[in-house]
C-alpha cells in the first residue's frame, strides 16, 4: 500500500486520470445480480463477489459488494461533459456495487444505494416483478435519473419461444413503470450464467473464471449509450473531504485499510484524516484503487486508505473527513418529499427507521412549511439542473429526488402541520399564502422536518436521509420507503434562538346585526358603509378594550378595524376606511395567528387596512306624512256630541276591564252607551 514511487507511475497520472462512475446492482434476491457482477467484472476488490463465508452458506448476498471493469472507449456523452474536458480523463471505470436482496436486509440496500450514480436493475425474467424489485424501484427514483433494466435467465425460455417470451415480460414490466420516472427505461435480455444460480454457485473462489451467458455484449452496449456524467461538484467549490467507509481490515506490516467511497472533496497523502465516531485523527500513508496505487482521490472515486496506528476493530463502518467538518447531529431541519408509494399519511411525531449514509437508527420527525416552501415558488419538480450547492453524503440521490440546498432562517414563521402534505389542493391553504393562481397545485410538495435522532449520528449537512418503516412485515405487498430528505440545518433545541417559529392559524365568526349611515364613494360612485356594527364575536362580559384595533374581515374580503364597543352586551363598532358593500347578517372573521411559544398568546394579524377613500353622504328622502284624521259618526238627531269609530287603550285592570278613551266627546253621557 505504498504511495507509488517509481517513474512509471507518477507518468500515467500525469497523461490522464481515471473517471470513476459509480453504478448500482439491485433486485429481488435471487434474481442473478452477483452472477452478472462477476460477468461484468474485470477487477475485484478485497470485499466482492460474497466473500464472507455465511453469504457462500446461505448462498445469497448479504453485504456490499465492489468490483470493476473499464469501457473500452470514452461515450461521446462523457467526452462532452465539463468533468472530462477539465479532468483530463482518459479512462472510465465503471464500479459494481453489487446490494443484497433480501427484503430483511434492506438497511444495506439503502446504505449502497446513496453511493451510487446510476442503476442496473436485475429482474428474473421468469418470475417477472417481485416485492424486492418494486422497492429497489423506489429506490432507484431517490438516487438516480439513469436506469438499466436486465431481464435476467432468459435462457430458462424454450429457444423457440425465445424472443416472444421476453418481449411479454418486457411488456409487464413497462406497463408496471408507466407512472414512474423509469418509464422509458433501456431494456435487455440476459443470462448472466446459463443454468442459473445453481451453475454459478458450483464455482466458490474468487477468481474471474468466466461461465457461460448470453447477450452480455447487448447490455454493455446500452451502458456505453445511456452513461451519464456523474454529478460532481468538486470543480466548483472547495469542499471539505468526506469518505463513506464500508470495511475495514489490518495489514500486516501496513497499518489499517478502510475502503469506502469519497462523497465529497478530495484527499492525498499525508493529509490528516478524523474518524469522528471514535475521536481519532490519522495521517494518510498511501491509497489504492482496486489495488493500483493513486496519487490523489477525489469525489465518486472508489478507493483504499491506509493509515497506521489505527486498531482496526474500532471501525465497521462509518465516515472518515477532513478535521472539524463532520459533527454529531442528535436534531437537525431537513427538506423532504413523501415517496409516491408509501400508502397511508406520515403523521408528525411519528417514528421512522431513517437511514443517513450507512447508519440506520430510529428517529421521529415534526412537519412544517409545506405551504411556506411552495409561496417562495420552490418546488419538488423534477429538474436536470446539476447541484453544486454543498457536500452531501450521497453522490446524486439529494439533487436526483429534487431535494434542493436550503438556507434555514429562523426568523421565518411556519405553520405546525398535524401530518406531511402531500398535495397543496387544499384550497384554503393555498389562499391562505396567496397562491390562488392557475396551474399552481404540484404533486407531491417539499415539506421542512424537523428530525431528532434517537441515537446521535456523524454525518456531514447536505446528507441524504431516507426515512422507512422496517418494522412493517416484510412479506405484505407494500412499501416500507416513506419519505426522502436532505438535511441543511443542525440544530439544539435546548437554545431559545434555535426555536422554529411555529404558529397555528386561528379564526373567529361573528355577524353584521347593523348598518352605518350610506355614502357613493368618489372612485367608483358604489354605495358603500365606512361603519357597520357587529355581534356574536364576543361573549357579553368580555372586556372589548384588549380587542380594539384588531382587523375584521367581509365575505367579500373588505378589511375594517374593531374602533370602540357598542353597548355593554359584547357588540362592537367596526370601520371601514375604504367602505364596504356588506348587509345586515353578513359574517365577520377575525383571523389571527398564535405562536406556540408565546407565553403572552398575543394575537398576530397578517391583513392590513386599505387606503381610506371618501364618499358623499347619501341623506334619505323623507316623505311629509298628513296627519291621521278621525273617523267620526254622525249623532244621532236630538243627541248631542260626536262617536268616534277609532279608540285607544288606556289600561288593563283585572278581571278583563279594559279602560279605553276617544270614542265619545266630552259631551255625550257615557251611562247612555252602556250596553253599546
Known sequence: MAPPTNKSNLQLSEKGRVLNINVGVLGHVDSGKTSLVKTLSTLLSTA???????????????????????????????????????????????????????????????????????????????????????????????????????????????????????????????????????????????????????????????????????????????????ITPPNRNYLENDQPFHFAIDHCFPIKGQGTVLTGTVLSGSAKANDMLQFPEIGLERKIKSMQMFRKPILQIVQGDRAG?????????????????????????????????????????????SKFHVSVGHNTVMASAIFFGGQELAAKGISGKDSDERDSGGPSSSLGGSTTSDLPHLKFDFED??????????????????????????????????????????????????????????????????????????????????????????????????????????????????????????????????????????????????????????????????KFPGGTDAKEGDKLFLRYKRYLNDKSKVMHQENSLPLASSGTLLVPETKEKKPKQKKKVKSSAGCVGSVSSEGKVVSIKANNVVIVAGFFSPEINIREKIGW
Open 305 to 349: 486508505i491506509c493509515v497506521t496506528n489505527l486498531e482496526a476493530k474500532l471501525i465497521e463502518r462509518g465516515v472518515a473527513s477532513t478535521p472539524g467538518s463532520v459533527s454529531l447531529v442528535s436534531d437537525a431541519i431537513a427538506v423532504v418529499k413523501k415517496v409516491k408509494y408509501f400508502p397511508g399519511k406520515l403523521i408528525s411525531n
Open 413 to 574: 414563521d411556519f405553520v405546525l402541520q398535524n401530518e406531511l402534505l402531500e398535495t397543496l389542493e387544499d384550497e384554503d391553504a393555498i389562499d391562505d399564502m396567496k397562491m390562488r393562481k392557475k396551474n399552481h397545485i404540484r404533486k407531491m410538495p417539499l415539506n421542512l422536518a424537523i428530525i431528532h435522532f434517537q441515537t446521535p449520528v456523524f454525518c456531514p449537512l447536505n446528507s441524504l436521509i431516507i426515512g422507512s418503516r422496517l418494522d412493517t412485515d416484510i412479506n405484505a405487498s407494500t412499501c416500507r420507503l416513506a419519505f426522502c430528505g436532505r438535511l441543511i440545518k443542525k440544530i439544539d433545541p435546548s437554545k431559545e434562538s434555535e426555536n422554529v417559529k411555529f404558529y397555528t392559524r386561528k379564526e373567529k365568526e361573528g355577524v353584521i346585526f347593523r348598518l352605518g349611515d350610506s355614502y357613493m364613494r368618489d372612485e367608483d360612485k358604489k354605495v358603500v358603509r365606512y361603519e357597520v356594527y357587529g355581534t356574536d364575536l364576543f361573549g357579553k362580559d368580555t372586556n372589548m378594550n384588549q380587542f380594539v384595533g384588531l382587523k375584521l374581515e367581509t365575505d367579500s374580503g373588505d378589511v375594517g378595524v374593531i374602533h370602540s364597543s357598542f353597548g355593554t352586551s359584547g357588540k362592537f363598532r367596526i
Open 48 to 226: 466482492a463477489l460474497d466473500k464472507s463465508s455465511q453469504s457462500r452458506q446461505r448462498g445469497i448476498t448479504l453485504d456490499l459488494g465492489f468490483s470493476a471493469f473499464f469501457l473500452d472507449d470514452v461515450p461521446a456523452q462523457i467526452k462532452q461533459s465539463p468533468i472530462y474536458k477539465s479532468q483530463n480523463v482518459d479512462k472510465i471505470q465503471v464500479t459494481l456495487v453489487d446490494c443484497p436482496g433480501h427484503a430483511s436486509l434492506i438497511r444495506t440496500i439503502i446504505g449502497g444505494a446513496q453511493i451510487i450514480d446510476q442503476m442496473i436493475l436485475v429482474i428474473d425474467a421468469v418470475k417477472g416483478m417481485q416485492t424486492q424489485t418494486a422497492e429497489c424501484l423506489v429506490i432507484a427514483e431517490m438516487t438516480t435519473r439513469n436506469l438499466i433494466i436486465a431481464l435476467n435467465k432468459i435462457d430458462l425460455f424454450p429457444e423457440k419461444e425465445r424472443a416472444s417470451r421476453v418481449n411479454q415480460v418486457a411488456g409487464r414490466i413497462r406497463s408496471a413503470l408507466r407512472n414512474s420516472r423509469f418509464a422509458d427505461a433501456p431494456m435487455v435480455g440476459i443470462s448472466a450464467c446459463i443454468g442459473g444460480e445453481k451453475v454459478a454457485a458450483i464455482q466458490k473462489d474468487q477468481s474471474l473464471q468466466q461461465t457461460s451467458s448470453t447477450n452480455i455484449d447487448g447490455l454493455l452496449n446500452l451502458i456505453k449509450k445511456h
